[in-house]
């Protein structure tokens, strides 16, 4: 779209039109001109898809579009204004050579003005003079300004306008066809870098989102976990252990009476064994619910003794490198650790064959790592996440492992060969 006046091109070699801009009317001399400006116009937008894919900062992406399209067409001011769907209003973002007060005060709605109609048609104005245009808003910020020859290009992403890139000059100038189709080809570039900025903002949102739900959901679970372990440790443990010392007592008093009925003296004694039994089973669920050692004597006793009660029944031998070394975690941190170290530790003792393994803890600046390794017979890492052939994924506590630690901010690492044993690494920030 073309408004203001279209200058005609006269004069001489060197001569300027009445708009300023330069006239080549040779044709050999035109088409070197135009030749050197279509290479210009490919190092341009080379450079800027290079920003786009290099740059990770967006500012720092529209900043190096604005320069860059400024100095290809020899403008002296520019900058990029983004649309707010919510206020439906465009706002500078970035912008080159304009005073901090018009960048501020040049917030226009959508499909008012030079730049509200571009964002709200999609289509470009060229402007020889834009301070003669009688439907330009804030002239006199404009005039302030001294802004003369204008182009607003609409930058779009998947069909939907985003912003619009302005350039202007202080001169009166007739901007040509090449340039808009070099603004336009920018507009482009920028629009797709805002659009995926944005989108990578939104996935980042519901990351968090999730995150603060998971956080709340696992807060509540532990909390549940909490308290039923604390009332079958108070009431269901405590009768069981009641029950055994009754049922010792009454094998002892049968002993003591004489008492010749071996049926029903062997019947009490299994009896009293599987209340023995089931006592260590309720004891161990309440062990796996919370232990206690995590609250009383705190974490890395806990993991010890939960990694001793586990492995060493298996006879798998363990080693412990957590000397001298303090975790100053929450409480919150410490039972996701300490979840995470119940996961690791059932994946050993089912499916490692391991025969040794090391648990070692040291921090690292500002950063706490806990290791676990073993000599098993290891796995294909890349295999992680697939599924076999009983349609269940492969290493599917590494995931949940993984999935735990980046809840708290933090990170787990797996390396492992077959036949080499495995290594996972978690990372803690410390706060």
Known sequence: MLN???HPATGDVHGKNPGGGIVLTDPAVREKSDARKSSDALLILSQITSTVSALSELDAILGVGVEKTLEFIGGSYGGIMLLDKGNQSLTYRVYKGLSDEFARRMSVKLGEGVNGRVASTGKAILLDDISEEPEVLHSDLIRTEGLRAFISVPLRFRGAVLGVLNCASPQVRHFTENDMHLLHSIGDQLGFAIGHFRLHERLQEKRERYRDVARQVITAQEKEKKRISQ?????TSQMLAALTLNLKTLIEMARISGFKEEGFMTLLTKVHTAAVQINNEVNRIISDLRPTLLDSLGFIPAIR???????SPLDIKISFDLAGVTAPLSPEDEVN???????IVGNI???????????????KSNRLELRIDDDGVGFDVSKIGQMNNQKRRHGLGLIIAKERMKLIGGDCSVRSQPGKGTTVIAMIPLS
């Open 349 to 363: 003792a089912q499916h490692s064959q391991a025969r040794h393994v090391v648990i070692a803890l040291q921090r």
């Open 4 to 6: 203001g006046k279209d």
């Open 231 to 235: 009332e079958l440790h108070d009431e």
């Open 337 to 343: 650790l300490f979840r995470w170290v119940q996961g």
């Open 305 to 311: 003794h939960y990694a001793e009660s586990s492995l």
